[in-house]
């Protein structure tokens, strides 16, 4: 009977551990999608730059030109004005790609939180049935004592260690979301510059 309970608690044990690490795989993914984001947005900033050079080197050809004041007022608001419609058209991108992060990293946050819900739930189950194994195998002879207690200590070992693993996923998510309102005021102001 010992053997078969050992034999469910590790394939129980084992089905946890596959999760866990399915759920990993996704955060990594969604992770790759935020770096994919933060690429699109320089390449935005890049092609703004592109484009406040363009009016720059616009104006110096208006003013080395010798044409018409009008004319050249005329061509000047035309090149502002299709300068602020690529620019607004970039800040709108660029809104929805913050907006796409802002959501992903909320999502990473929810999914590291019922990680750590269902791992605590986990140890509490195992906290339990190991309690309930020593109080049945009460009577049991000194050797298989010693051979339960390192088991149990094992296996917490490596329920520490995953805990502690999910912890700084979770901190890394955490930092990454409170950097996110920085790096968009940032953007903002370099924009407006």
């Not at 596959?18 to 759920?23: K, N, P, T, V, Y």
């Not at 035309?78 to 907006?99: G, M, N, P, W, Y």
Request: with cysteine; glycine share 0%.
């Amino acid at each position: 009977m010992q053997n078969a309970d050992l034999t469910a608690k590790l394939q129980s044990t084992t089905s946890a551990l596959l999760h866990l690490s399915a759920e990993t795989q996704l955060l990594l993914k969604e992770l790759l999608s935020m770096k994919r984001m933060q690429k699109k947005c320089e390449t935005l900033e890049e092609e703004k730059k592109k484009l406040e050079e363009e009016v720059v080197n616009l104006k110096h050809h208006l003013e080395v030109n010798t044409v018409e004041r009008s004319q050249v007022e005329q061509y000047k608001q035309e090149i502002e004005e299709r300068a602020r419609c690529d620019v607004a058209e970039k800040l709108t991108e660029l809104s929805q790609v913050v907006q796409c992060k802002r959501e992903a990293e909320e999502r990473a946050k929810q999914d590291v939180a019922g990680m750590l819900k269902e791992l605590s739930q986990f140890l509490q189950t195992q906290a339990a049935y190991e309690e309930n194994l020593l109080r049945e195998y009460k009577n049991a002879s000194v050797s298989q004592m010693k051979h339960k207690i390192k088991y149990l200590e094992s296996e917490l070992k490596s329920k520490t260690f995953q805990l502690d693993a999910e912890k700084k996923e979770l901190e890394k998510y955490r930092q990454l979301y409170l950097e996110e309102p920085e790096d968009r005021t940032s953007w903002a102001s370099q924009l407006h510059s």
